[in-house]
Structures are given as C-alpha cells and as structure tokens.
C-alpha cells in the first residue's frame, strides 16, 4: 500500500482493490480451483521425484532436508484440536496469506512488470515464478507456479485484485479443511500424501483440459463485460 501510495499516489488504481467485477467471476474462480487440485496433485507428484545433476548433489540434499525439516514444522503448528484451533489456522494460513500475497505479488509485483514489459503474459509469468521462488520450497515449484499464473490472469483479466485473492484463499482453506478432518478422522485418505488420487493418468490430463477451459472462459466472460486492465497505469 505505501509502494503504490508512493509511486501513483492512488494505490486503489495501482492494486485495484476498488475495481468492480462481477460476482461470477467468484464462481468461475471457484470452479477453476476444485478442478485444479488435480492439477496440483500430478504436478507436485513429479515436482518431488526431481533431482539436480551429481554435481549439485549437496544443494539436491539440502532442498530435499528442508523440505523435510518444514513440513515437520508445519505438522506440529497446525496441530488442530478444537474448532477454534481450525478457525485460527483458516484466518493465519488461509485469509491472511490470501490478501497479502496477492497484493503484492499480483497487485504490485505484476503490475510493476505489466509497465515494464508491455506484455500481460510475461507479467503474469515473471510473477508466478517469483511468488513460487520466493516461498523457498521448491518440491512444490511447479504446482505452485501454475498457481501463480493462474492468479495473475484472474487478476490482469478481471481488472480486479478480489478473484485472485478469492481463489488463493479457496486453496489455501481446501489444504486446511482436508487436514482437520484427516486428524478428525472424517475421511480417510492423508491431504498431504505424495500418492497419486487416480491410478490413471489420463484423468490428470482431462483435468487439465478442463482448467484451460475455464480459464479461457473466464477471459470471455470478463471481456464481456468490458473489463479490462492496466488502462488506468497508462
């Protein structure tokens, strides 16, 4: 908010958390990270079983050790007992990150790279790979890029920082929510398993079909209504 303050002196035009969007979009963006988790699950599937050449073999090890060492972390932290606990969790892993990181990675990370290099694709690329880089857990790399572009489009099409803070919280609350009934024995299957949810990979693949789609419609569907972005950054 003090970057943008700072550099156009209008930080509600800078990050467009003011814009209007239609609300639809909320449920296009809804429907895009349901079919996404497949995505999610493939993709961090094979993420994991890369490895770096024999020459960067101590820096493969210690990815791989720190890997281990945050996810011991992260277990003990989201430890939740009560539905109180669940609550807490959703607001510091799922509402607050939401916001934040979408503000400044799409909201001024990516529109710092839509005025440098005129092109929305790029914007959104760079910041992707910075947002999935910057959170130094690289076993989730490529999941976590896709994600990024994802968010970034939802945002340079919408005009609107709200669909991808949206569909960031969505994420974020489906990973918790999965976790709290696991440790509440609602459902059987670990959430954070390296196992595969279909024995088929065909099914990943119409997955993924079914995310560009939505994607593209999404685009229409904004374009429909006349939203547009980067005009008021001119």
Request: charged share 15%; glycine share 4%; net charge positive.
């Given at each position: 908010?003090?970057?943008?303050?700072?550099?156009?002196?209008?930080?509600?035009?800078?990050?467009?958390?003011?814009?209007?969007?239609?609300?639809?979009?909320?449920?296009?963006?809804?429907?895009?990270v349901?079919?996404?988790?497949?995505?999610?699950?493939?993709?961090?599937?094979?993420?994991?079983?890369?490895?770096?050449?024999?020459?960067f073999?101590?820096?493969?090890?210690?990815?791989?050790?720190t890997?281990?060492?945050?996810?011991?972390?992260?277990?003990?932290?989201?430890?939740?007992?009560?539905?109180?606990?669940?609550?807490?969790?959703?607001?510091?892993?799922?509402?607050?990150?939401?916001i934040?990181?979408?503000?400044?990675?799409?909201?001024?990370?990516?529109?710092?790279?839509?005025?440098?290099?005129?092109?929305?694709?790029?914007?959104?690329?760079?910041?992707?790979?910075?947002?999935?880089?910057?959170?130094?857990?690289f076993?989730?790399?490529?999941?976590?890029?896709?994600?990024?572009?994802?968010?970034?489009?939802?945002?340079?099409?919408?005009?609107?920082?709200?669909?991808?803070?949206?569909?960031?919280?969505?994420?974020?609350?489906?990973?918790?929510?999965?976790l709290?009934?696991?440790?509440?024995?609602?459902i059987?299957?670990?959430?954070?398993?390296?196992?595969?949810?279909f024995?088929?990979?065909?099914?990943?693949?119409?997955?993924?079909?079914?995310?560009?789609?939505?994607?593209?419609?999404?685009?229409?569907?904004a374009?429909?209504?006349?939203?547009?972005?980067?005009?008021?950054?001119?």
């Amino acid at each position: 908010l003090i970057f943008a303050f700072f550099t156009v002196r209008k930080p509600d035009a800078y990050l467009r958390y003011r814009s209007g969007f239609k609300p639809a979009l909320l449920l296009i963006a809804l429907a895009f990270v349901v079919f996404f988790l497949p995505v999610i699950d493939i993709t961090s599937h094979f993420n994991r079983q890369l490895s770096l050449p024999a020459p960067f073999k101590g820096i493969d090890r210690w990815i791989h050790d720190t890997e281990t060492k945050n996810e011991t972390v992260i277990m003990t932290v989201m430890q939740m007992k009560t539905t109180a606990d669940l609550m807490i969790t959703l607001l510091l892993v799922a509402v607050l990150p939401a916001i934040a990181e979408e503000f400044f990675f799409r909201g001024c990370m990516q529109s710092i790279f839509q005025r440098w290099t005129k092109n929305t694709h790029a914007a959104v690329w760079i910041t992707a790979f910075l947002f999935s880089f910057l959170h130094f857990e690289f076993l989730g790399f490529v999941p976590r890029l896709l994600l990024g572009a994802a968010l970034g489009y939802f945002f340079a099409w919408s005009g609107s920082i709200w669909p991808s803070v949206f569909a960031h919280f969505l994420n974020n609350a489906w990973a918790v929510l999965g976790l709290y009934m696991y440790q509440h024995h609602k459902i059987k299957g670990d959430p954070d398993s390296t196992e595969l949810m279909f024995n088929h990979l065909w099914i990943y693949g119409i997955f993924i079909i079914i995310c560009v789609l939505i994607l593209t419609y999404y685009r229409q569907y904004a374009a429909s209504k006349q939203l547009t972005y980067g005009k008021e950054l001119d």
